[in-house]
């Protein structure tokens, strides 16, 4: 960070206007010309004319709001604009110019404070103090200048941060003392107390170094009696309910760190249980404080929990009597109501997760305990996901607890003797786990998510979500339930039979209710004994049927169809072990393939493909009963089964057939089911390459290559099922497949030459293109799943670089296909070191041309970018030789597209460019010729760049990586494992010397606004913590919060000493561990008194 005054000069100011002049004369002149006076610091500021800028900021439009944004930051970014604040406060009727000069204010407190004269610092602190206290002191003022004085309020926090303890000590003694002169400003002062303690408690990672928030903190510790006092004082004397509220929210943000001592050993859990929890203004802040109070988890101060508990449930069953319908009350309440019931949930979660055990020892409590869990189960029921989800976290902690201690199933065949094998916590809660298993069968939430896209090619398609919200809430209910079905799969069983008993006879018939009951039915298959299963699931499904055909309209039908397909779906184990119900669920599901009512297709395929992965075997062996596998019956009326289907519902029907076929082991049957499998496929593809080998222009036709892409899509989801021994079908299409590839790429090229990039966008463009892409598809699909490395490099690779390679180097950039980056990566990785000889030719076709497209920027191409370098990382990790045996200036080339990688913005290439240049530092330390020449080489140039990456602010998700890699850089030149000089100048320096050095110049060029002495430490950190990742990292985030400010002479609060003799140990203690492992110190290292 430097200061460079001249950037921000009048000048500046005085270009931008004119270019904005230029951009839009006449009425914006006066405005342009006035500007410049704004910046020259001789003159008085003009008032007036920074509020007009400053509304035109906030109303302008177009230019004119361009030009006020860039004068108001050229403004602010001048290091004396903040000797213009006090002017602004006190002169501008305009709050957002007020607001506007705070911030200039924060910039300066937490930049530069350290390098401004200290008669400067105090003033700037007596008038922020005069400035709160002035607006602070009357209550109409308060309420009325309440966000002014909220920013004012962060200002002196800022300041605290800066001057607390050590130039301002009777910081603590003041604000108490001043808060008990007057409540409106004792008001305040809580607001400042509770802000410096968010400051220092919650977000001080990352925004101060760890010694100086481990300082303020024990600071806050040690002088916290006088603020307790003050907060005790005002709970027991103050009539003020405002004043109230904002102690009782203060000592909120306090109770997460203060000495457990003043929560447990002084009256205050009495005082907010009967002073504040049922009175409702302060209960729900009360429940909050009750809740952090709950979550503390130590030992000693058992009683006092037992008291919190139970003054707590008292003091609730007042407020709100168990007989109270909370779902209704929910619904009806207001909002801070409907808050009191969410805290609520989570004071008792908190509380009974850490503590249920204490409470269960006391028999005299367990009806308090019931009574807590009553409550719970009404809460659950409340129609708010977020309150459920609280409620759910807990349910499914206390079933997982009671289930692992005694892992048993009670057995409804000993429903006689049930009890007294019952484990005792078991017997406490079962009365209430009825009612839970109740609330979850009637809440279950959607088992999956299928949202309906259009994909890059322009085609509709159905997209199984993976991790939205209500799939999570349905992973979470459905483990919770199995939990409650493995304690007692009776209930379970008793329950949703009454309940599919109510859809039957009517009473509770609805959509949704059906939908609820069948989706918790489906999620606990496996859950209970097979037989027990067995005659649960006959009654369900025998029920279903009933309703089925007493319900009339397609829509109840359909509804309930989709539901009975739902359900066998789950339950694979019952299906393997009765082929007649197998079979004829299997021919139901083809009859549904027929019903064109809307989502019956789809579900129908869905189920099928649930069903032949899970039972895949019996359809190719041949059943009791049976003349052949039923596969072989499936593959005979394969046409008329899918003759009603949409092709991607076909895709999805041949993918699981594929299922099937891949069960086969003899492989002469399984060759003959693969040919008779793919024969309908292949018949519309030969007569379509006999067409085209007539006339290649029909492969222009939009028809014929919107078949071609299905035909590919056919295969690509029979390949995926089928595995390896798909590679009789591969290769009966493959060079056709190629030739077809290489001609639609010539195509798209010469409809690019001819019309321009635009026409990329046209539909026949586009279905060419996925031509293009199937065919890399099934290939690379077809390889991470072959298991024959040796024959797929000999027979398929050659055509496959043959036909795409050259294809893709002479394409223009718009046509060059992603996927082709992507099927080499797959390749490289499944192949390993089989492919290493035709590496280079890869590079040469792909390498530079796609640098050349992804060199300029950071955004464009982020297809090509992410599998470009998913390549080069597949070449790094296996064919690493490879990389090694390319000329010099490829190499280069090679190691500066990673350097690009890493400094990426899009998370994904730079985590992946971290990754490579980590395995690439690895892999040439194992090859002892390629290493001292490449450190030599390379060395510093890597640092450097990891370095300028360290401490830029936008990269620090990547920290953790970079903390490995600069550690193990580090850890080399420390271990002398590099033995050949660095630098070109360094003599007889060591390296270790030679690399200090170079790191502390770097870092001085870069912020010359450091000390050296920061600098020096943090040099010695880098290589004293090398070994200890996590605290390498926090080291990092240290000098990351040193580089925002100008640290001027002043660095004690920055503890350098105290931070100096901690890394003096550290590398005390990394010596301690290393003497321990004989030999691993080098003899001439050892110090005398150890060499005998």
Known sequence: MTSLPGLFSSERLIAICLFTQMRSPGNMTALTEQATQLLDFNQKLDINLLDTVVKCLYNGEGNQQRMAQEVLTTLKEHPDAWTRVDTILEYSNNQQTKYYALQ???TVIKTRWKVLPRSQCEGIKKYTVGLIIKLSSDAKNLEKEKVYLGKLNMILVQILKQEWPKNWPSFIGDIVGASRTNESLCQNNMHILKLLSEEVFDFSSGQMTQTKAKHLKDSMCNEFSQIFQLCQFVMDNSDNPTLVGSTLETLLRFLNWIPLGYIFETKLITTLIYKFLNVPMFRNVTLKCLTEVAGVHVNQYDEQFVVLFTLTMNQLKQILPLETDLRDAYGNGRDDEQNFIQNLSLFLC???????????????LHTTLMEALKYLVLISEVDETEIFKICLE??????????RESPFSSSPFLLGQQNSEMPVRRQLYNPVLSKVRRVMISRMAKPEEVLVVENDQGEVVREFMKDTDSINLYKNMRETLVYLTHLDYADTEQIMTEKLQLQVNGQEWSWKNLNTLCWAIGSISGAMHEEDEKRFLVTVIKDLLGLCEQKRGKDNKAIIASNIMYVVGQYPRFLRAHWKFLKTVVNKLFEFMHETHDGVQDMACDTFIKIAQKCRRHFVQVQVGE?????????????TIICDLQPQQVHTFYEAVGYMISAQTDTGVQEHLIEKYMLLPNQVWDGIIQQASKNVDVLKEPEIVKQLGSILKTNVRACKAVGHPFVLQLGRIYLDMLNIYKCMSENISGAIAANGEM????????????????????????VSRSNEPGMVVENFIPPLLDAVLG????????????????????????????????VPKIFDAVFECTLDMINKNFEEYPEHRTNFFLLLQAVNSHCFPALLAIPPMQFKLVLDSIIWAFKHTMRNVADTGLNILYGLLQNVWQNEQAAQSFYQTYYTDVLQHVLSVVTDTSHTAGLT????????????????????PLTPTQGTVTNEVCIKEFTANLLKVAFPHLQDAQVKLFVTGLFSLNHDIPQFKEHLRDFLVQIKEFAGDDTTDLYLEERETSLRQAVEEKRKIQMAVPGIINPHDMPEEMQD
């Open 961 to 980: 990586m970079h903390a490995t890699i600069l550690a193990y850089m580090f850890n080399l030149v420390e271990q002398n494992k590099i033995t050949v």
């Open 350 to 364: 908190t509380f009974l997760k850490e503590h249920s055990q204490l409470i269960e020892r006391k028999t005299d």
């Open 394 to 403: 807990y349910w499914n902690s206390l079933a997982s607890e009671l289930y």
């Open 104 to 106: 200039i204010l924060e």
């Open 759 to 782: 026409v990329t966008k046209q539909p026949l463009i586009r279905s060419m293109r996925t031509v293009k892409k199937e065919t890399l598809k099934l290939i690379s699909g077809w």
């Open 627 to 639: 003349v052949m596998p039923f596969i072989e019956e499936i593959l005979n009326s394969i046409n």
């Open 807 to 838: 294809d893709y180097a002479r394409n223009v950039p718009a046509a060059r296909e992603p996927e082709v980056l992507s099927t080499m990566a797959t390749t490289v990785n499944k192949l390993e070191g089989h492919i290493t000889t035709e």
